[in-house]
C-alpha cells in the first residue's frame, strides 16, 4: 500500500494530498462530499491508516449530515425554470422572434439560440439601461460625489467602493428588488465617507437609507441564491 492508492476505509477509498505547510493530519469534506487526507511530507502509512480508523465514526457521521442537506438547484435555461428580474421569478417559455422579452410574468427565450447565452446578454443590456440612472438618482440624493461607475462581476458581492472614489456594483443586482438595490448602492456610496462598517457609517447609512435594517436582512435570507444562480450564466 502507498500514498497514491490511499486509505481504505470501510467501503470508501480516501485519496491522501501532501501538503508541505502542514503541521499535523487532518480529514477535508468539500460541500459536494468529496473526502481527502491532508498531510505532512514524510508521515508513515501505518500512522495515516491509523489516524483514519481513529477518525472513521466522525467521518460517517459528517457524510450523513451532508447527505441530509438540500443541493443545490442546476439551472441550465431550460422552458419552466425561473429567473429573477428586479425582485419577480420569471418563467422562462420559448417564444418566435430573435430577442428575450419579458412578458406577463415570462421571460420569452427564442428557440433557435443557446438560453443561457441568450439570458446573460439580456441581463447585461438591461442593467446598462437601469442600473446607471439609478445610481445618478442616488448620487443627487445624497449629495456624495463619486469619481466612477463601473459594473462588475463579483461572486460574492455586491459592490465595493475604492480609496479613489471609484464604486463597482454587480451586475447581478438586476435579480434583487428595487428597494434593496437602492440600499445597495446607497451603502457604496456612504463608503465614500467611511471606509469601514463603523457606528458611523451604519448610522450614516440609516440616514440616506432608513431601510437600510431591512435590506440588509432580506439579502442575508434571500441574496446567496440569486447570485448563485446569475453567476452561473
Not at 8 to 27: F, T
Not at 29 to 39: D, F, H, K, R, Y
Not at 133 to 152: C, D, E, H, M
Not at 171 to 191: F, K, R, T
Request: proline share 7%.
Amino acid at each position: 500500500m502507498s500514498y497514491q492508492n490511499g486509505v481504505q476505509l470501510g467501503k470508501q477509498r480516501i485519496p491522501i494530498k501532501i501538503n508541505s505547510r502542514r503541521k499535523r493530519l487532518a480529514l477535508r469534506i468539500s460541500p459536494t462530499g468529496e473526502v481527502a487526507i491532508l498531510s505532512p511530507p514524510n508521515v508513515p502509512f501505518k500512522y495515516i491508516e491509523s489516524f483514519a480508523s481513529a477518525n472513521q465514526a466522525w467521518l460517517e457521521e459528517q457524510l450523513s449530515k451532508l447527505a441530509l442537506k438540500p443541493q443545490p438547484v442546476v439551472y441550465t435555461g431550460s422552458v419552466g425554470e425561473r429567473w429573477p428580474f428586479l425582485g419577480e421569478g420569471l418563467v422562462l417559455v420559448q417564444g418566435e422572434g430573435c430577442v428575450v422579452q419579458p412578458r406577463d410574468g415570462h421571460l420569452l427565450i427564442p428557440s433557435e439560440t443557446d438560453p443561457k447565452q441568450a439570458l446573460f446578454y439580456w441581463y447585461l443590456e438591461r442593467v446598462n439601461e437601469w442600473l446607471p440612472s439609478r445610481f445618478n438618482y442616488w448620487v443627487a440624493q445624497t449629495g456624495f460625489q463619486p469619481t466612477r461607475l463601473q459594473i462588475k462581476t463579483y461572486k460574492a458581492r455586491w459592490g465595493s467602493c475604492d480609496r479613489h472614489g471609484r464604486i463597482q456594483l454587480n451586475w447581478m443586482l438586476i435579480g434583487l428588488p428595487q428597494w434593496v438595490v437602492d440600499y445597495v448602492i446607497v451603502h457604496e456610496l456612504c463608503h465614500l465617507t467611511h471606509m469601514n462598517h463603523s457606528p458611523a457609517f451604519w448610522q450614516l447609512s440609516r440616514h440616506h437609507y432608513p431601510d437600510t435594517d431591512q435590506a440588509r436582512a432580506w439579502l442575508k435570507q434571500n441574496g446567496h441564491p440569486i447570485i448563485s444562480q446569475l453567476y452561473g450564466l
